[in-house]
Nanobody, 127 residues
Framework: EVQLVESGGGLVQAGGSLRLSCATS????????IGWFRQAPGEGREGVSC????????YYKDSVKGRFTISTDNARKMVYLEMNNLKPDDTAVYYC????????????????????WGQGTQVTVSS
C-alpha cells in the first residue's frame, strides 16, 4: 500500500520558517519524482517544488525560489521542504505527492500527472 504522510505544518508569523516532512512507503522511492504542492482556499492546487529522487534534480516555483528548499533522505524514504522567509501568500494546505512519469522541468506544473498523494498539512502565515 502506497502511503505519503505529511507533517510539520502550523501557524507562523511572516518572515518565519517551517520545515515540512513527508514520510513515504509502498513504492520504489529512487524511481519516482516527489513533489510538494499547495492549495489555498478557493484556488487550484499548484506545484511548489519537485525533486527527482535518483539524482536530486530540482524544480521550484518562481515565487519560492531562494526561500524554499526541497531535499530527500533516500535511505529513510523521506522528503522535506524547508520554508524560510514565509509570506502570507504562502498560506495553504501543502501536499506531498509521488509520480513515476519521466522527469522534466514541467512535471511540477501538471498536477493531474501525479500518481499518489498525501492528506496534506496546513500552513498559515500571519501578517
Amino acid at each position: 500500500e502506497v502511503q505519503l504522510v505529511e507533517s510539520g505544518g502550523g501557524l507562523v508569523q511572516a518572515g518565519g520558517s517551517l520545515r515540512l516532512s513527508c514520510a513515504t512507503s509502498g513504492f520504489p522511492f529512487d524511481d519516482y519524482a516527489i513533489g510538494w504542492f499547495r492549495q489555498a482556499p478557493g484556488e487550484g492546487r499548484e506545484g511548489v517544488s519537485c525533486i527527482r529522487s535518483r539524482d536530486g534534480d530540482t524544480y521550484y516555483k518562481d515565487s519560492v525560489k531562494g526561500r524554499f528548499t526541497i531535499s530527500t533522505d533516500n535511505a529513510r524514504k523521506m522528503v522535506y521542504l524547508e520554508m524560510n522567509n514565509l509570506k502570507p501568500d504562502d498560506t495553504a494546505v501543502y501536499y506531498c505527492a509521488a509520480d513515476s512519469s519521466p522527469w522534466g522541468s514541467s512535471i511540477c506544473d501538471v498536477v493531474a500527472l501525479w500518481d499518489y498523494w498525501g492528506q496534506g498539512t496546513q500552513v498559515t502565515v500571519s501578517s
